[in-house]
């Protein structure tokens, strides 16, 4: 009940971000309802049917990332020493966070059942009646169990995964410790030789494999009829690569950044990037990993007769859009733990303008290291299956 | 509008501030000379935050004026205020208030660097106070391998940087123990006074105020001469308890 009464006290943003929430999980509780469907529809297609269903699991982790990223951005979760002393630790805070996420997700899944059952045609009265009805499976019974479980993967996995981040996050018992916390700085990411050599690995791998014919297809629904899985596999161990190597690649840009008889702007933009290393670069990683695997895969379906199917299509918005909304929501919790100090800045009398120059510098600072690496992994990525 | 008097470097007349309903400050008049060391003495919440928050221009008071070195404060825009602050003033708080991630010089260093001061001439500057203050030897390390005493000084020495005009320190000692609170007091009042600085100094320890020049008493969000209140009668807080609440 708390839950839901700080739910409806929130900011308007705040509530932006749980709607955004709530369309991820109807998006990938769509998804997996269409390959319940497929599955119900060809009973003989078994293995492309456990196929379909093993893609949808692209989406549903970015949805559990993003719902993670959200549920640590939410204010109501946020530690309050005054809360704290009247027993809100971290447990009941995790379980806050746990139930509120699950509330949003469950609003997506039921939005995806009635969707679903619209365009198939089993709900009547609206524009668009059973629109799909054949490409979803019409007319054969769907199995209540099945749908129900599916829909409940989403909710399951991301209040988990939300309840236990907030878990294991510190909690400042009092004003003091808080300050005391603040203070200190957050270790140095280590993981870029190895983010370094799992991209490496990675591209190696996808070259190697990509030398001989295409055999053994692990075809995308839809299309892609002839990726052999040691492709698949080694464009996913270039994305881990991408994303171990984030925070330690953000951390060099800190350091470049303030390098050299930094002004006051540069040295604030360097040394907050250094420190928000770890907790900015690892989302920024894996939207550089999905960003390079889109534009590979755009480099090679050009020109195809068909390049992808719709449900393709909203996997793929549905990974994108939820990693950027990741990095995004997690900016915003790196600026929400940096109040204090924007605060004792203001107070000095540091103009606001040389704030927003030290954070736009940041920005572009990634933008400027970042995009080329995307660029240049796609192109790696794409060269020995077009060449 | 009535000009202020030519000796006064802050001259406050008949503040009144309110948040959002709740008294702040109802009618303070104060004039701050050059140079000295002014203590505003009075319990927790009577009103000494909110008065250095307007003096110092973080706060437009909802009337009555503020004048520093006859410029009127209480006019003035955000960003004005802003500048006012970065070249004319300092702060010290009770929390010591550093940026984790720079250094003890480079914090020290802040308001000069924000002024768009060279990268040497600040360091060097900022290096010298440290010494002054006795934690020359720190300046590389960050804040959180500090002691809160030295913390508190790095934030007096980032005061004194930027060779302001009027430093205001809100309770600077309230989160120290006696020994460090009294050092770090004589620091700080001995810097001012060796350089001209005016000190407008936030205190209920009547301890502190001894060391100022002059003593301003407050009490619910007045000025007063006279700050005991009548003492309470023995058997009140008996009463009290008998009351059914």
Same mark, same amino acid.
């Given at each position: 009940?708390?839950a839901?009464?700080?739910?409806?006290g929130?900011?308007?943003?705040?509530?932006?971000?749980?709607l955004l +929430?709530?369309a991820?999980?109807a998006?990938?509780?769509?998804?997996?309802?269409?390959?319940?469907?497929?599955?119900?529809?060809?009973?003989?297609?078994?293995?492309?049917?456990v196929?379909?269903?093993?893609?949808?699991?692209?989406?549903?982790?970015?949805?559990?990332q993003?719902?993670?990223?959200?549920a640590r951005?939410?204010?109501?979760?946020r530690?309050?020493?005054?809360?704290?002393?009247?027993?809100?630790?971290?447990?009941?805070?995790?379980?806050?966070?746990?139930?509120?996420?699950?509330?949003?997700?469950?609003l997506?899944?039921?939005?995806?059942?009635?969707v679903?059952?619209?365009?198939?045609?089993?709900?009547?009265?609206?524009?668009?009646?059973?629109?799909?009805?054949?490409?979803?499976?019409?007319?054969t019974?769907?199995?209540?169990?099945?749908a129900?479980?599916?829909?409940?993967?989403?909710?399951l996995?991301?209040?988990?995964?939300g309840?236990?981040?907030?878990?294991?996050?510190?909690?400042?018992?009092?004003?003091?410790q808080?300050?005391?916390d603040?203070?200190?700085?957050?270790?140095?990411?280590?993981?870029?030789p190895?983010?370094?050599?799992?991209?490496?690995?990675?591209?190696?791998?996808?070259?190697?494999?990509?030398?001989g014919?295409?055999?053994?297809?692990?075809? +995308?629904?839809?299309?892609?009829?002839?990726?052999?899985?040691a492709?698949?596999?080694?464009?996913?161990?270039?994305?881990?690569?991408?994303?171990?190597a984030?925070?330690?690649?953000?951390?060099?840009c800190?350091?470049?950044?303030?390098?050299?008889?930094?002004?006051?702007?540069?040295?604030?933009?360097?040394?907050?990037?250094?420190?928000?290393?770890?907790?900015?670069?690892?989302p920024?990683?894996?939207?550089?990993?999905?960003?390079?695997g889109v534009?590979?895969?755009?480099?090679?379906?050009?020109?195809g007769?068909?390049?992808?199917?719709?449900l393709?299509?909203?996997g793929?918005?549905?990974v994108?859009?939820?990693?950027?909304?990741?990095?995004?929501?997690?900016a915003?919790?790196a600026?929400?733990?940096?109040?204090?100090t924007?605060g004792?800045l203001?107070?000095l009398?540091?103009?606001?303008?040389?704030l927003r120059?030290?954070?736009?510098l940041?920005?572009?600072?990634?933008?400027?290291?970042?995009?080329?690496?995307?660029?240049?992994i796609?192109?790696?990525a794409?060269?020995?299956l077009t060449? | 509008?009535?000009?202020?008097?030519?000796n006064?470097?802050?001259? &406050?007349r008949?503040?009144?501030?309110?948040?959002?309903?709740?008294?702040?400050?109802?009618?303070?008049?104060?004039g701050?000379r050059?140079?000295?060391?002014?203590?505003?003495?009075g319990?927790?919440?009577c009103?000494?935050t909110?008065?250095l928050?307007?003096?110092?221009?973080?706060?437009?008071?909802?009337?009555?004026?503020?004048w520093?070195?006859?410029?009127?404060?209480?006019?003035m825009?955000?960003?004005?205020r802003e500048?006012?602050?970065?070249?004319?003033?300092?702060?010290i708080?009770?929390?010591?208030?550093?940026?984790?991630?720079?250094?003890?010089?480079e914090?020290?260093?802040?308001?000069?660097l924000l002024?768009?001061?060279s990268?040497?001439?600040?360091?060097?500057a900022?290096t010298?106070w440290l010494?002054?203050?006795?934690?020359?030897?720190?300046?590389?390390?960050r804040?959180?391998?500090?002691?809160?005493s030295?913390?508190?000084?790095?934030?007096v020495?980032?005061?004194?940087?930027?060779?302001?005009?009027?430093?205001?320190?809100?309770?600077?000692?309230?989160?120290?123990?006696?020994?460090?609170?009294?050092?770090?007091?004589?620091?700080?009042?001995?810097?001012?006074?060796?350089?001209?600085i005016t000190?407008v100094?936030?205190?209920?320890? &009547?301890?502190?105020? &001894?060391?100022?020049?002059?003593?301003v008493?407050m009490l619910?969000?007045?000025?007063?001469?006279?700050?005991?209140?009548?003492?309470a009668?023995?058997t009140?807080?008996r009463?009290?308890?008998?009351?059914?609440?």
């Amino acid at each position: 009940m708390l839950a839901l009464r700080l739910t409806r006290g929130s900011h308007p943003l705040v509530l932006m971000r749980r709607l955004l +929430l709530a369309a991820a999980s109807a998006g990938v509780g769509f998804l997996l309802l269409c390959t319940l469907g497929y599955a119900s529809g060809h009973p003989a297609h078994a293995s492309s049917s456990v196929l379909r269903l093993l893609w949808c699991a692209v989406p549903l982790a970015a949805t559990v990332q993003f719902a993670v990223a959200v549920a640590r951005t939410d204010p109501s979760t946020r530690p309050r020493p005054g809360l704290f002393a009247s027993g809100l630790g971290p447990a009941r805070l995790a379980l806050l966070a746990a139930i509120s996420t699950a509330v949003s997700t469950t609003l997506g899944s039921m939005v995806a059942l009635l969707v679903f059952l619209h365009l198939r045609g089993d709900l009547t009265g609206l524009p668009f009646d059973g629109g799909a009805a054949e490409f979803l499976g019409a007319g054969t019974p769907l199995p209540l169990a099945a749908a129900l479980t599916l829909l409940a993967l989403v909710p399951l996995t991301a209040s988990a995964a939300g309840g236990l981040a907030l878990r294991s996050r510190p909690v400042a018992p009092t004003d003091a410790q808080e300050a005391e916390d603040d203070l200190a700085p957050a270790p140095a990411p280590t993981g870029l030789p190895w983010g370094v050599a799992l991209t490496a690995a990675g591209l190696a791998v996808e070259a190697y494999a990509s030398r001989g014919s295409a055999g053994n297809p692990f075809p +995308l629904p839809g299309r892609l009829d002839s990726t052999p899985a040691a492709v698949l596999a080694g464009w996913t161990l270039t994305a881990i690569g991408l994303a171990m190597a984030g925070p330690g690649l953000t951390h060099l840009c800190g350091r470049l950044l303030q390098a050299v008889r930094p002004g006051a702007v540069r040295l604030l933009a360097g040394r907050v990037l250094m420190d928000e290393a770890s907790r900015i670069g690892r989302p920024l990683g894996i939207v550089c990993a999905v960003l390079s695997g889109v534009i590979a895969a755009s480099v090679l379906w050009t020109g195809g007769p068909r390049p992808f199917g719709p449900l393709t299509a909203l996997g793929a918005v549905l990974v994108l859009g939820c990693t950027t909304a990741t990095l995004l929501t997690t900016a915003l919790e790196a600026r929400q733990a940096r109040a204090r100090t924007a605060g004792t800045l203001l107070r000095l009398g540091a103009p606001a303008s040389a704030l927003r120059t030290a954070a736009i510098l940041r920005a572009l600072v990634l933008l400027v290291v970042f995009v080329p690496l995307t660029w240049a992994i796609a192109e790696l990525a794409a060269l020995p299956l077009t060449g | 509008m009535v000009a202020p008097p030519d000796n006064d470097v802050i001259w &406050a007349r008949s503040l009144h501030h309110s948040y959002n309903g709740s008294p702040g400050l109802s009618g303070v008049s104060l004039g701050v000379r050059d140079g000295e060391v002014l203590a505003v003495t009075g319990r927790r919440g009577c009103g000494k935050t909110t008065l250095l928050n307007c003096l110092s221009g973080q706060l437009v008071p909802q009337q009555g004026e503020v004048w520093f070195n006859s410029v009127p404060v209480h006019t003035m825009g955000p960003r004005l205020r802003e500048q006012l602050r970065r070249d004319r003033f300092g702060w010290i708080a009770a929390e010591p208030q550093l940026v984790p991630e720079l250094s003890t010089w480079e914090n020290a260093a802040l308001p000069l660097l924000l002024r768009g001061v060279s990268h040497r001439a600040a360091k060097k500057a900022a290096t010298e106070w440290l010494e002054r203050l006795d934690i020359g030897p720190l300046a590389r390390k960050r804040p959180h391998t500090l002691l809160q005493s030295q913390r508190q000084r790095i934030s007096v020495a980032r005061a004194l940087t930027g060779s302001p005009s009027v430093i205001f320190a809100d309770e600077p000692t309230a989160t120290l123990h006696h020994t460090e609170r009294t050092q770090l007091l004589r620091t700080l009042t001995t810097a001012a006074r060796s350089h001209g600085i005016t000190v407008v100094l936030a205190t209920h320890d &009547a301890e502190v105020a &001894a060391l100022a020049d002059r003593v301003v008493g407050m009490l619910d969000g007045r000025r007063v001469t006279n700050v005991s209140l009548p003492a309470a009668s023995d058997t009140e807080g008996r009463s009290a308890c008998s009351l059914s609440v």
